[in-house]
C-alpha cells in the first residue's frame, strides 16, 4: 500500500466543516474538559459518549482558546490542558515501515506523522491534530512508547518512529 493511501485511510474522524463556517460569537458556556479530557457541563460529568463526540464533532482552537462552533453561533469553552488524550495506539505495515496509528479517546484515529506530530511540550507529550486541537499521550500509552523509542546518545534523547519519521518522546 503506498504510503499516502495508507494515511489517508487511517485518518477517520468525523468533525464538522467548521472552517467553512463563520458564525457570530456568543460569550461562554459553562463546559469544561479536566485536565484528563473529561468533559463538564455546570460542574457535571457529561456520562453520555455520544454527546461528547458530538462536542468534540464542532471543536476548534483558536489562539489558545477552544470554541464550539455551528453555523450559526461560536461558544467558548474552557479546557484545563488538551482537550483530547490519545488513549491506545497500533502499528499498521507501510512501504516506509510501521507507521502508528493513534486512536484518542472519542474514537477519532491519526497517523503520526509530520501531519499529526508528536510534540513534548514542558516534559508532557502530545499529538497535534487537526483545526489547532492537541490530543495528550496517555500515561499507560507513553509507557509502551517508552518500551519501543530508541535512545539517541548524540542528542540524549528517546526517539519515536512512525513511517519516515522520527519524534523525539522524551530526553534522557
Known amino acids: 500500500m ?3 493511501q495508507l494515511l489517508k485511510s ?3 474522524r468525523n468533525h464538522a466543516p467548521t472552517e467553512q463556517w463563520n458564525p457570530q460569537y456568543c460569550g461562554e458556556i459553562p463546559l469544561h474538559i479536566d485536565a484528563n479530557g473529561k468533559w463538564f457541563y455546570q460542574n457535571s460529568p ?6 461528547v463526540k458530538l462536542f468534540a464533532s464542532v471543536l476548534i482552537c483558536e489562539n489558545g482558546e477552544h470554541f464550539l462552533v455551528t453555523p450559526v453561533e ?3 469553552i474552557s ?3 488538551a482537550p483530547l488524550m490519545i488513549v491506545a495506539w497500533q502499528q499498521i505495515d507501510s512501504e516506509q515501515g510501521k507507521v502508528m496509528q493513534v486512536t484518542t479517546n472519542v474514537d477519532t484515529q491519526y497517523p503520526l506523522s509530520e501531519d499529526y506530530p508528536l510534540v513534548v511540550k514542558d516534559q508532557v507529550p502530545y499529538v497535534q491534530l487537526d483545526h489547532g486541537l492537541r490530543a495528550k499521550v496517555a500515561r499507560n500509552v507513553y509507557y509502551q512508547w517508552a518500551e519501543l523509542a530508541t535512545v539517541d546518545e548524540a542528542s540524549q534523547t528517546m526517539r519515536l518512529t512512525s513511517g519516515a519519521s522520527s519524534f523525539i518522546l522524551g530526553h534522557l
Open 79 to 81: 479546557v484545563a490542558d
Open 46 to 51: 457529561i456520562g453520555r459518549q455520544r454527546l
Open 74 to 76: 461560536k461558544v467558548k
Open 2 to 4: 503506498q504510503l499516502q
Open 10 to 12: 487511517l485518518e477517520l
